[in-house]
């Protein structure tokens, strides 16, 4: 069982940026790939980056591509969202969730553990 938590979610001007963590504990981090999500009310929840269990492989939704950067820290059982350049409609929760499934996995029904999501608004 792995516990997730992310933070560092906030209000910010378009064009400025936040970095998002997402904290694991409870199991072995390292031996899951990871995701970050967003959702906002009344739509599904979309993916938006994904990293392998080594940090060597990583893939952005079109809608992110150049301006947020997916990383992790396996020493430190964390894992970050780096998000530059922010417009107003990057604005929703953001998850965080495990995979262990082999192979790039950009569907949300094929992660195992789920964070509680944290709030992202960006302003115009």
């Known amino acids: 069982q792995v516990q997730l938590v992310e933070s560092g979610g906030g209000l910010v001007q378009a064009g400025g940026s936040l970095r998002l963590s997402c904290a694991a504990s409870?199991?072995?981090?390292?031996?899951?790939?990871m995701g970050w999500f967003r959702q906002v009310p009344g739509k599904e929840r979309e993916f938006v980056s994904y990293i392998t269990w080594n940090g060597i492989s990583t893939i952005y939704a079109d809608s992110v591509k150049g301006r947020f950067t997916i990383s992790r820290d396996n020493a430190e059982n964390t894992m970050y969202l780096q998000m530059n350049r922010l417009k107003p409609e990057d604005t929703a929760v953001y998850y965080c969730a495990a995979t262990s499934r082999v192979g790039t996995v950009t569907q949300l029904r094929l992660y195992d553990y789920w964070g509680q999501g944290t709030q992202v608004t960006v302003s115009s």
């Open positions: 409870g199991g072995a981090f390292k031996t899951y790939a």
